[in-house]
């Protein structure tokens, strides 16, 4: 009787164990979890994407009972959607969280990268078998662009005159579930058919707000006329670009005439007027510099021009003289239409009136 109670007991443990490598060996099958090593065990994982190292980081916050455990990321990448894009050792419970990043190169982590959307796996391994394989979806960095504030400055560059927007400051939330790394800003503007570039280095960290400038890369002036421009910001992350509309103004000089001389030589055999200086007072009443290049008298249908080799300058709320030099014959004594054009680059202005020449 006692040998058939052995014999008995014997027989129920190796069912019990054949049952549970079975159970073992069906889960290892599912692809979720797989435990060879009876009692090895990983849980309370925990994961968030921070920056570290100027690069974007899975920090790995979890439990177990066996070490070392390799933990390693897998994600779209060359070798396809299950490409190995980091791995760590984790010798003791020291060594967490664990980091790993998206996007290496050299064994070095990249900074600035944007993390693609789509769908990673997170892989626990020990002594090469699978402990635990996590999915995670990823939308990657998603902006929201709150405001957009342009800096425009009407400037001269040798003698070409107008206008550079010269920075750009936007407000933008990251809505995303990764760090958003923002190095250019494009500036689509409608009415020129033309795209500006602007030059940043900005992180958004999930869930922020930031407010950041971006600087022209350029030294052109690529709007040449006054008026209103309608605009397009566009934020581009590499993995996906983010609008905003906008408009912005470009304002002309404005010049008023304080008071105008002219100067003359009468010829009374001919009863002949040759104008040859005029003496001119002009105010800036407008909030920008104005650059003259060239002033033109009109008088009676006759004209001449005087061009400046240096444009001249006349900053907002100055008033300054000039005095130029022309000739210009007029026939008879009389009072005359005169007309003084100024030309600005970008524009002219235009003062009209009336000359009396009458003898000395």
């Given at each position: ?91 003791s419970s020291q060594d967490i969280p664990a980091r790993l990043f998206f996007s290496k190169i050299a064994g070095h982590p990249i900074p600035g990268y944007n993390v693609p959307a789509g769908t990673y796996y997170l892989m626990f391994m020990y002594k090469g078998d699978v ?200 026939y008879g004594t009389g009072v005359y239409d005169a007309n003084i054009i100024i030309d600005l680059g970008v524009t002219t202005v235009s003062f009209s009136g009336q000359i009396e020449l009458t003898p000395p």
């Open positions: 009787m006692i040998s058939m109670r052995r014999d008995l007991i014997i027989a129920i443990s190796v069912s019990s164990i054949a049952i549970l490598m079975g159970a073992l060996t069906t889960l290892g099958f599912l692809g979720y979890i797989y435990v060879p090593w009876v009692g090895a065990r990983v849980k309370n994982v925990e994961y968030e994407i921070a920056i570290y190292g100027g690069a974007p980081t899975l920090v790995v916050r979890f439990s177990t009972n066996v070490y070392p455990v390799d933990v390693i990321l897998l994600g779209p990448g060359p070798k396809g959607p299950r490409t190995e894009l980091d791995r760590v050792t984790v010798y402990l635990l394989e996590q999915k995670i979806d990823l939308q990657g960095p998603v902006l929201t662009i709150k405001s957009a504030e342009l800096f425009i400055n009407f400037t001269i560059y040798w003698t070409q005159v107008g206008w550079r927007i010269e920075t750009i400051t936007l407000t933008a939330t990251n809505v995303g579930d990764c760090p958003a790394f923002i190095n250019w800003i494009k500036l689509y503007v409608y009415e020129l058919d033309k795209t500006l570039n602007f030059k940043t280095e900005t992180a958004i960290e999930v869930g922020e707000t930031s407010t950041f400038t971006a600087r022209y890369w350029g030294f052109d002036i690529p709007i040449q006329s006054p008026g209103i421009y309608h605009a397009k910001i566009i934020v581009s992350l590499g993995t996906a670009n983010f609008t905003y509309e906008t408009s912005f103004t470009t304002t002309a000089p404005q010049l008023e005439l304080v008071e105008a001389y002219y100067y003359y030589y009468y010829y009374p055999d001919y009863d002949k007027y040759v104008i040859t200086q005029l003496d001119i007072t002009i105010k800036n009443t407008g909030p920008v510099p104005a650059y003259i290049f060239s002033i033109t008298v009109v008088v009676n249908g006759a004209s001449d021009t005087c061009a400046f080799s240096l444009p001249q300058t006349v900053r907002p709320g100055q008033t300054i003289t000039l005095t130029i030099y022309i000739s210009l014959i007029v």
